[in-house]
């Protein structure tokens, strides 16, 4: 299967503690996104690259929120001094320069104690 | 600002019974429209689009058509079936050149035998 992969898909974590979650794209895929879905609502943007730049990041991505993706392929969005309110579904997508279709990835599920 | 306003589910329906799920939207400029599904335990998946006015996605069964003028993009099947439960989301994208997705809410069809 070569669609988007997340890991982990499961973290549970106590307050305060740093957490980092990874995303592969499809490959060959120059965009990658980052998603928070709660329960009950459609997924929130909270940044998106193209290849290693950030372009863009949400005004729900404070400054605890990191995302990296160093060589233009995989992505990392890091979490410090988790809060309870950071508990959700951190979904990652990616698509080809020019298309608007997006692939999402599975998810991590973030439970923070 | 841009918004995405769907039917509240959840929507109980019969085997083979229509499906209506209507979703409007704001949104500068001329933007992308997508419908994303996600069945129970699974992640979010295409499930059609349409790019510009009039055009009509279809998949599945279902479809769905650029409503530009009402801006709208409401979802319908004729003949529904249980494996078709899930919740729907509606998406346009918001404009600009990259395609950032903004979802609406959701909603759950429930379909029983």
Redesign the interface.
């Known amino acids: 299967d070569t669609g988007v992969s997340q890991d982990p898909r499961h973290k549970i974590t106590k307050r305060g503690q740093n957490v980092t979650f990874r995303c592969d794209p499809i490959s060959e895929h120059n965009r990658l996104y980052w998603y928070r879905q709660t329960l009950g609502q459609g997924p929130e943007f909270l940044t998106y690259f193209q290849n290693e730049a950030q372009l863009e990041k949400s005004r729900l991505l404070s400054d605890r929120f990191s995302a990296e993706r160093p060589k233009g392929s995989f992505s990392t969005l890091e979490i410090q001094r988790t809060e309870q309110g950071d508990s959700a579904m951190y979904l990652c997508a990616s698509s080809l320069l020019g298309l608007d279709e997006q692939f999402f990835g599975p998810g991590t599920r973030l439970t923070v104690l | 600002g841009n918004s ?1 306003t769907q039917m509240e589910g959840p929507v109980t329906l019969s085997e083979e019974a229509f499906l209506t799920i209507n979703c409007t939207y704001t949104a500068t400029g001329y933007p ?1 429209l ?1 419908w ?1 599904v996600q069945y129970p335990g ?5 499930l059609l ?1 349409a ?1 510009k006015a009039d055009d009509k996605g279809s998949n599945k069964g279902f479809e769905a058509t650029y409503r530009k003028e009402t801006t709208s993009f409401h979802l319908e099947k004729g003949s529904v079936q249980v494996s078709d439960s899930a919740v729907y ?1 509606c ?1 346009p ?2 404009g600009g050149s ?9 909603t759950q069809v429930v379909v029983t035998p």
């Open positions: 995405v992308s997508f994303y699974e992640g979010l998946q295409l689009k790019t989301f998406a994208t918001k990259w395609g950032k997705l903004q979802f609406g809410a959701g």
